[in-house]
């Protein structure tokens, strides 16, 4: 059984080309000739980025430009350097805020993706929403009373010590119903 369990696992990646989700080298600059790398730039300030791929490029390599959101926003052609070596530059955002670039190169046999975040601006706030569905249920009790605490340990008296108090234990006042009653 576990033989063909993992031969079913393994059937997609020998079928499928290979997909590989890396960090290949992503460097992200104000200038052109990459002398020093940033991810913080002004509004309409141009982006210079190259990537080194563990594909060739042959089907796609784009440039994607995207919101804090993961929304996107422009895709941008990548330029072939070779050696699967890709560059290109685009505008920084008008609006502050965080973005996301990221790098998609594909061939007929594997897809290389890199992705870093950028700060445009001075954001005051991320602005990201988190969708979150959540249900709750159960049964409502009533007439319910709190049980009787538990009294504290016994602590056996210390050198200097003769006993130990109890501290005492207060029940809430109840109702002949069984209703706690919290108007004292």
Do not use: C, W
Not at 3 to 28: E, G, Q, R, T
Not at 48 to 57: E, L
Not at 85 to 94: C, D, E, K, N
Request: proline share 9%; glycine share 6%; charged share 20%.
């Amino acid at each position: 059984m576990l033989k063909y369990l993992l031969m079913f696992i393994a059937l997609p990646f020998l079928i499928l080309p290979s997909v590989v989700a890396d960090n290949s080298d992503l460097i992200i600059s104000k200038n052109p000739n990459f002398s020093k790398e940033t991810e913080e730039f002004t509004a309409g300030e141009t982006i210079h980025v190259k990537v080194t791929a563990n594909s060739s490029g042959t089907k796609k390599h784009d440039l994607n430009l995207r919101d804090n959101q993961y929304n996107l926003l422009e895709t941008y052609s990548l330029e072939y350097l070779g050696d699967n070596t890709f560059r290109g530059q685009l505008p920084s955002p008008q609006s502050s805020g965080y973005y996301s670039l990221e790098a998609r190169v594909e061939s007929e046999d594997s897809v290389s993706t890199s992705v870093k975040t950028i700060k445009v601006g001075e954001p005051t706030s991320a602005n990201v929403n988190i969708n979150v569905s959540s249900k709750t249920g159960g049964q409502r009790v009533l007439g319910q009373t709190n049980p009787t605490p538990s009294p504290s340990p016994i602590i056996s008296p210390g050198p200097s010590d003769e006993t130990s108090p109890t501290p005492p234990t207060e029940t809430p006042p109840q109702s002949t119903d069984g209703q706690v009653d919290i108007s004292k």
